[in-house]
């Protein structure tokens, strides 16, 4: 919870190299959401224990960081796809343009595939990848239709998860034979990857209608529109996951399967909410901001530009301290634990990405998912292309 017309900024996925701005409010929503990214997937490494402190811990992942990050991820997804094709413009570029964006969309597939197999379950890339590939027609749909689609897309993925929620086994147990835990993390690949395609078609359709708009690119001129998005957003995640967190914590007498699994329903339906009020609130602090960036934002930036390596190098910490036979702090630890070696683990990307800024360099992600893409650069195209922008296949 992904992206440029040809006088907004550049698209982060044009091979041309043309060097122009980049937009502040989506690098620097992709760099802050890494961090709700982190905290979620830092609870398998959670025991779901630890007194008072780890239970309001665990409720507050519940109401503010779980299910709240991929529809801001999904969402920036199809605004870049916009971008991308508004910067080509019509007619054959775009088709161009079309053809490419199916052909990273496969390529994303891949990667998903890779990244499940080798280090983390519950990739979200090869789902993005999907809806590269199956609903560019909505690019072309009118205002209306297309929100009506989001709308009902959302509701089917909320329904479609509230459902899952009955067989998702509830990942305590870990494997310790490596062959054999890469095989289970390949299975579940391939049972959650349309699961999380549905999941992510709403925002992804929203995304594409924010984009018509520039609400990003242009946040001072929607700032009514963002204030209300963020305060509305983030209050109805908050109310909407206030089942599931007192069922989590045991304080609702019904706990049955079917009472889990219409507040989870609840919980992600308004989760959508939460992540578009987050990407909202973000903006509306982007304005602020303007272009006076400090250290901080500055790094924050670069984390965003390179989302897709600061997700995968997430990933490769959870498969080092996870698995049984590595350090094996799966399930070991207090929610509260857990949370900050989340915290670090997304500041050291922070700083990893920030480091790559320094020397002028992309992610190797991004780098790699530009080259299957686009194919290799003319020879003097490379260093300044390197420079001006770094492909994310986490937005674009």
């Known amino acids: 919870m992904h ?7 550049e698209s982060p996925a044009s091979p041309a190299g043309t060097s122009r701005p980049r937009a502040l409010v989506p690098d620097l929503a992709r760099g802050v959401m890494l961090l709700v990214i982190a905290l979620a ?3 398998v490494l959670s025991a779901g224990a630890g007194g008072a402190l780890g239970r309001a811990v665990a409720a507050f992942h519940t109401i503010f960081i779980d299910s709240r990050g991929y529809p801001m991820f999904a969402a920036l997804f199809g605004y870049g796809v916009v971008q991308i094709l508004a910067r080509r413009g019509l007619g054959a570029e775009e088709r161009a343009a079309r053809r490419l964006t199916r052909r990273r969309g496969g ?3 891949v990667f998903g595939f890779f990244h499940s197999l080798l280090l983390f379950h519950g990739d979200i890339l090869a789902a993005y990848g999907l809806l590269s590939l199956g609903l560019l027609a909505a690019l072309r749909s009118p205002d209306g239709r297309l929100l009506v689609h989001a709308a009902v897309g959302s509701v089917a993925g909320a329904l479609a998860f509230g459902v899952a929620a009955l067989f998702i086994p509830d990942g305590s ?8 835990s890469a095989g289970y993390r390949v299975v579940g690949w391939i049972v959650s990857t349309p699961l999380f395609a549905v999941m992510a078609a709403g925002p992804f359709l929203l995304g594409i209608w924010a984009a018509r708009r520039r609400l990003l690119e242009r946040p001072e001129r929607h700032a009514a529109l963002l204030r209300r998005t963020a305060v509305l957003g983030i209050a109805a995640a908050a109310v909407g996951a206030l089942p599931l967190a007192a069922l989590t914590a045991e304080l609702w ?7 889990r ?10 989760g959508y909410a939460g992540g578009l009020g987050y990407a909202a609130l973000i903006a509306v602090l982007a304005t602020r901001i303007g272009e006076g960036r400090g250290v901080l934002v500055t790094a924050l930036l670069a984390c965003g530009e390179r989302s897709l390596t600061c997700y995968l190098a997430q990933s490769l910490a959870w498969q080092l301290l996870f698995e049984p036979y590595l350090a094996g702090l799966g399930r070991a630890l207090t929610p509260q634990a857990a949370a900050a070696i989340g915290l670090g683990v997304w500041a050291l990307t922070v700083v990893l990405a920030d480091a790559l800024r320094r020397t002028g360099r992309p992610g190797p992600a991004e780098a790699l998912l530009r080259r299957l893409t686009y194919g290799p650069r003319p020879a003097g195209q490379r260093a300044h292309g390197a420079r001006a922008h770094h492909d994310s296949g986490m937005h674009a």
């Open 173 to 180: 147990e870990a494997v310790s034979d490596p062959w054999l």
């Open 107 to 109: 390529w994303m597939v």
């Open 261 to 270: 699994s219409a507040a989870t329903a609840l919980h992600t339906l308004t």
């Open 3 to 9: 992206p440029a017309s040809p006088e907004g900024p």
């Open 41 to 43: 997937h830092a609870q």
């Open 253 to 259: 007498p019904d706990g049955s399967a079917v009472a």
